[in-house]
């Protein structure tokens, strides 16, 4: 089956700065979605991008699908854009990768 | 809109008890689920997704079952749980055609 990698696994910042993300995947996808987990557990959908660029505020993603990655961008991180980040990605059903953790200090 | 409820949103339940996670949604018709498990610390792993009333495919091995009574309705079950069943268990669902996955509060249960 596919498999999803992302990196860094961690990631502390200050207050300010920018940070990009990276999501790997072994095979064709027809769906790729970035996910912000909560302190509560919920996961919030950020962007759903097989394929692209797009933007929303602070964040934006993008995804190149002939050579499998996507990536997200955070510009100008605050406190409370901490939490786990997971990209997931399939072509019938959605695989996890195993997150990355921000840590943003003020 | 379409809405998804999970419940309950926390459960401690001993060794050799039965369990029954209810997920159910909202203003859609004929969607795909998914019952997804997050181990303490670590990615989501898929267990069970449907395609349909009674359609239940399985990811992995496990002490755990899923059913799909009506449409909008996917429940997961155990006649006996185990301590390695403890985890953060989440519901999601997507509409056929638009592949965008939205997910449920999560149940976080603890096995004791």
């Known amino acids: 089956g596919i498999q999803v990698e992302q990196s860094p696994p961690d990631l502390i910042l200050q207050e300010g700065a920018n940070s990009t993300l990276r999501c790997n995947f072994s095979?064709?996808?027809?769906?790729l979605q970035w996910f912000h987990q909560n302190p509560w557990g919920q996961l919030i959908n950020l962007f759903y991008i097989p394929s692209g660029t797009k933007q929303n505020g602070r964040l934006s993603a993008t995804t190149v699908a002939t050579e499998r990655y996507s990536l997200l961008y955070i510009s100008s991180s605050q406190t409370t854009d901490s939490g786990v980040y997971f990209c997931a990605a399939g072509a019938d059903k959605l695989i996890f990768g195993t997150g990355t953790r921000l840590q943003v200090f003020p | 809109s379409q809405t998804i409820h999970q419940w309950p949103a926390t459960l401690v339940q001993p060794v050799g008890s039965p369990l029954s996670l209810e997920c159910t949604v909202e203003g859609t018709s004929n969607p795909n689920l998914y019952w997804y498990r997050q181990a303490a610390g670590r990615g989501l792993q898929l267990l069970f997704y449907s395609v349909g009333i009674g359609q239940i495919s399985s990811e992995v091995p496990q002490n755990l079952s899923a059913s799909r009574p009506q449409d909008r309705q996917f429940i997961l079950s155990s006649k006996k749980l185990l301590l390695s069943d403890s985890g953060f268990y989440l519901c999601?669902?997507?509409?056929?055609?638009?592949?965008?996955?939205?997910f449920g509060q999560g149940t976080r249960l603890t096995v004791v």
């Open positions: 095979d064709s996808v027809n769906n």
């Open positions: 999601a669902w997507e509409d056929r055609g638009d592949t965008e996955a939205f």
